[in-house]
Nanobody, 123 residues
Framework: QVQLVESGGGLVQRGGSLSLLCAAS????????MGWFRQAPGKEREFVAG???????YYGAPGEGRFAISRDYTENTMLLQMNSLTPEDTAVYYC?????????????????WGQGTQVTVSS
């Protein structure tokens, strides 16, 4: 059974940092593109960052310049390092994977999703 599990969310003050981890199980995601999305209350889910099966990265507006995405092929995990957080970054963050090597910011193109982890940034 394929499963994506996020961890690392929590409460942080403005200007702080958090690292989110996505652990994949059930199959080897080494050749798959993976991504992070987020959904704030009352808003649509949006693309934060993605990493291709061959480690090319792509950032959406929320992640550009402040976040860094990486993956560990041995551990079958993906990391999102978030810096300079603001209250506008408060959201549930989701890990996703698609069964192709290419990144896309379109959530409809992802085949697997985690349950999400809450990130709250206080002012």
């Amino acid at each position: 059974q394929v499963q994506l599990v996020e961890s690392g969310g929590g409460l942080v003050q403005r200007g702080g940092s958090l690292s989110l981890l996505c652990a994949a199980s059930g199959r080897n995601f080494g050749s798959y593109a993976m991504g992070w999305f987020r959904q704030a209350p009352g808003k649509e889910r949006e693309f934060v960052a993605g990493i291709s099966g061959d480690s090319h990265t792509y950032y959406g507006a929320p992640g550009e310049g402040r976040f860094a995405i990486s993956r560990d092929y041995t551990e079958n995990t993906m990391l999102l390092q978030m810096n300079s957080l603001t209250p506008e970054d408060t959201a549930v963050y989701y890990c996703a994977a698609r069964t192709t090597i290419l990144i896309t910011p379109l959530e409809s193109r992802y085949d697997y999703w985690g349950q999400g982890t809450q990130v709250t940034v206080s002012s």
